[in-house]
C-alpha cells in the first residue's frame, strides 16, 4: 500500500513559522513563546509594527496566504 502523505501537523507550523526573526516579534510574545498567529489569532502582547516577514514564511506559501501582521491583525483566512 502507498504510504499517504499526512497534511503538517501543528507541531511543523510551529516549527515553520518565523515569526521569532521578525523586527515586530518582542520581549512580550518571547516570553509567551507566541508563534503561528496566523492560524492562532492576534498576539496577546502590544506591538509596534517594525515590519512583517510572513511573505518569506513557508507557512504562507506553503498555505497560500498572502496577509501580513497576523500578529495584530487576527488569523488569516484559512479557506
Ligand atoms: S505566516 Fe507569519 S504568522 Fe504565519 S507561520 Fe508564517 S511567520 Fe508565522
Ligand atoms: S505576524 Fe508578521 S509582523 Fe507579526 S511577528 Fe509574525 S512575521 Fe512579524
Known amino acids: ?3 499517504a ?3 503538517p501537523s501543528p507541531g511543523d ?3 515553520d513559522c518565523i515569526c521569532a526573526r521578525c523586527p515586530t ?3 512580550c510574545t518571547r516570553k509567551g513563546k507566541e508563534l503561528l498567529y496566523c492560524f492562532e ?3 496577546a502582547c502590544k506591538l509596534e509594527r517594525y515590519g512583517c ?3 518569506s514564511c513557508p507557512v504562507a506559501k506553503r498555505k497560500g496566504f498572502s496577509g501580513v501582521y497576523f500578529c495584530v491583525a487576527g488569523k ?3 479557506k
Open 1 to 3: 500500500m502507498p504510504l
Open 5 to 7: 502523505k499526512n497534511p
Open 13 to 15: 507550523l510551529r516549527r
Open 25 to 27: 516579534y518582542n520581549e
Open 41 to 43: 489569532g492576534k498576539s
Open 53 to 55: 516577514i510572513c511573505g
Open 76 to 78: 488569516a483566512d484559512v
